[in-house]
């Protein structure tokens, strides 16, 4: 029997990783602009579509058995 990761292990996942990327995006965008508002807004952006992207990614990568070892 292959090992899944549930819907809301994938959410979570994506949610702690989107959080962490996020704070590393605003800090990239504020130091070369040197506006934190529009970094924020900038950022957030990114951070909605990345966090989309990666559900997705996790999603196609979970159908995948390689590398997975079974219990």
Known sequence: MRSRDTHARSIAKTVVWR????LGTWGVIYFFTGK?????GM???????????YYIHER???????GKRHH
Request: charged content about 5%; cysteine-free; aromatic content about 8%.
């Open 19 to 22: 959080v962490l990327a996020t």
């Open 36 to 40: 934190p508002i529009e970094s924020l």
């Open 43 to 53: 950022t957030l952006v990114a951070a909605v579509v990345g966090m989309v992207a």
């Open 60 to 66: 196609i990568w979970d159908t995948i058995s390689w």
